[in-house]
Nanobody
């Protein structure tokens, strides 16, 4: 199983970015999500879909601004990020879980300037 994340970059506060994570080698049924790690901080959950069609969950800090979605045909999960803030600056990583196994992408850096 391989995950390839992309879409990060530098943006001014208030801007938007869309992150993508292409998944290969996995079955279609898995939990999926995005995490982020800011400099000097622990990695934390940003958004999560526990199962196909399941209820989406978001960290309080991104509710109303970020949207996680999935394109099954493209084996890709997305994170649409709007109204970005400097506090959103972090390395964003995608993750899927199949049973007890957890798989990570390499991360994509998001930098938000004020």
């Amino acid at each position: 199983v391989q995950l390839q994340a992309s879409g990060g970059g530098s943006v001014q506060a208030g801007g938007s970015l869309r992150l993508s994570c292409v998944i290969s080698g996995a079955s279609s049924v898995y939990a999926m999500g995005w995490y982020r790690q800011a400099p000097g901080k622990q990695r934390g959950l940003v958004a999560w879909i526990p199962s196909p069609g399941g209820t989406k969950n978001y960290a309080d800090s991104v509710k109303g601004r970020f949207t996680i979605s999935r394109d099954t045909a493209k084996n890709t999960i997305y994170l649409q990020m709007n109204s970005l803030k400097p506090d959103d600056t972090a390395l964003y990583s995608c993750n899927i879980r199949i049973g007890w196994d957890s798989y990570w992408g390499q991360g994509t850096l998001v930098t938000v300037s004020s």
